[in-house]
Structure formats: C-alpha cells, structure tokens
Nanobody, 124 residues
Framework: QVQLVESGGGLVQAGGSLRLSCAAS????????MGWFRQAPGKEREFVAA????????SYADSVKGRFTISRDNAKNTVYLQMNSLKPEDTAVYYC?????????????????WGQGTQVTVSS
C-alpha cells in the first residue's frame, strides 16, 4: 500500500508558477514510477507528466512540454511538478499516482495508487 498526499495547489494568474508536491508513505517510494494527471470540470482525467523510479527518464503531455517539469526526491519520498507559464486551460484538479513498475506510463489504468488531488486555478 502507498498513501499519496498532494499539496501546493492554489489560485494564480496566467503566466505565473506553482510547484505541486506529492508526499508518499507506506512503502518503498523508490519502487514506484510516478505520474501526474489532471481533470478539469466536465472532462476526463488526462496525463500530464511521469517519471521513472530512479528519475532518469521523464515524459510529458504535449500541452505542458517546455512549461512543466516533473522531478522526484527518493530520500524525501516526494515527487514534484513545477509548473511555469501557467495558462487558464491548465485549471484542473491535479492528481499524483504511483505505479509499481520501473517503467513510466501515460495511461491512467497503469497506476495503482492515487492521491486525493489538489486544485489549481489559473485566472486570465
């Protein structure tokens, strides 16, 4: 079992930045590939970014590439999502997720554990 708790969401103006954190507990964090997903009102949950267990490989949705950066600190059992140049269309609830595999995935169904989500609102 892995428990995930996101933090760092909030209200920010377009062009601003936020850093989301996801703290993990309950099992060996470094055993899990991690991902960030988001869900806007009336839309399906979508992939944002993912990172392998050791942090050497990352993947991003085209919509956030060049603006968002995923990273992890296995010593602190935490994964981060640095979000820069935010746009109103980035407004959503952001979720972190854990996958018991070395490889990252862009698919919701590949992840076993999910956090409760943190709201990010970008005003124009």
């Amino acid at each position: 079992q892995v428990q995930l708790v996101e933090s760092g969401g909030g209200l920010v103006q377009a062009g601003g930045s936020l850093r989301l954190s996801c703290a993990a507990s309950g099992h060996t964090f470094s055993s899990y590939a991690m991902g960030w997903f988001r869900q806007a009102p009336g839309k399906e949950r979508e992939f944002v970014a993912a990172i392998t267990r050791g942090g050497s490989t990352t993947s991003y949705a085209d919509s956030v590439k060049g603006r968002f950066t995923i990273s992890r600190d296995n010593a602190k059992n935490t994964v981060y999502l640095q979000m820069n140049s935010l746009k109103p269309e980035d407004t959503a609830v952001y979720y972190c997720a854990a996958r018991g595999s070395a490889a990252l995935s862009t698919h919701n169904s590949a992840y076993t554990y999910w956090g409760q989500g943190t709201q990010v609102t970008v005003s124009s």
